[in-house]
T-cell receptor, first 110, second 115 residues
Framework: SQELEQSPQSLIVQEGKNLTINCTSS?????LYWYKQKYGEGLIFLMM?????EEKSHEKITAKLDEKKQQSSLHITASQPSHAGIYLC??????????FGTGTRLQVFP | NAGVTQTPKFQVLKTGQSMTLQCAQD?????MYWYRQDPGMGLRLIYY???????DKGEVPNGYNVSRLNKREFSLRLESAAPSQTSVYFC??????????????FGQGTRLTVV
């Protein structure tokens, strides 16, 4: 079965610093989703990447998809306390089910 | 527009008790999902329904049953709850299957504790 591995598992950064979260798939990627979850709440959709080499940005968050390497990265520029939460990558499995990585917990301190 | 609604939000069960988690969406979506979230484990797929009348097992289906009552509703049943089923459960829906690159929308979750 397909697995998504995220790194790092946990990240603590000072406000204003840049950071990157990675998501690596054990099998071919058919699109890659990034979600954010605030503690104790549901998931909020951030971005969807469909093609190799695709890059999307929303405010200070940029995501890229490297299809050949079967991985995606999420980069946050000049982090703020509002960026804190759990970031999850999701992908379509070979049987067309939406599966998720283990998540990256981000804390941003002033 | 409510999106995906889950009930209840919180539940405490005794070992061996049964219960059904309800999920309804008002977006006319075809696909619906049930996940559980445990610390350090991300979201794991329990069951999936690609369309009304169809269901399929996910990564961790043991101990659960589902019912796709109609296009709007997808319920998750625990026949005999066990402490290992203590978790936060999320329901989600999407217009089509994920290989068609459609966004999935999530409910707010049900926090279940089995004692």
């Amino acid at each position: 079965s397909q697995e998504l591995e995220q790194s790092p598992q946990s990240l603590i950064v000072q406000e204003g610093k840049n950071l990157t979260i990675n998501c690596t798939s054990s099998k071919t990627l058919y699109g890659l989703y990034w979600y954010k979850q605030k503690y104790g709440e549901g998931l909020i959709f951030l971005m969807m990447l469909q093609k190799g080499g695709e890059e999307k940005s929303h405010e200070k968050i940029t995501a890229k998809l490297d299809e050949k390497k079967q991985q995606s990265s999420l980069h946050i520029t000049a982090s703020q306390p509002s960026h804190a939460g759990i970031y999850l990558c999701g992908a379509a499995s070979s049987t067309d089910k939406l599966i998720f990585g283990t998540g990256t917990r981000l804390q941003v301190f002033p | 527009n409510a999106g995906v609604t889950q009930t209840p939000k919180f539940q405490v069960l005794k070992t061996g008790q049964s219960m059904t988690l309800q999920c309804a969406q008002d977006m006319n979506h075809n696909s619906m999902y049930w996940y559980r979230q445990d610390p350090g484990m991300g979201l794991r797929l329990i069951y999936y329904s690609a369309s009304e009348g169809t269901t399929d097992k996910g990564e961790v289906p043991n101990g659960y049953n589902v019912s796709r009552l109609n296009k709007r509703e997808f319920s998750l049943r625990l026949e005999s709850a066990a402490p290992s089923q203590t978790s936060v459960y999320f329901c989600a829906s999407s217009l089509t299957t994920v290989r068609m690159n459609t966004e999935a929308f999530f409910g707010q979750g049900t926090r279940l504790t089995v004692v």
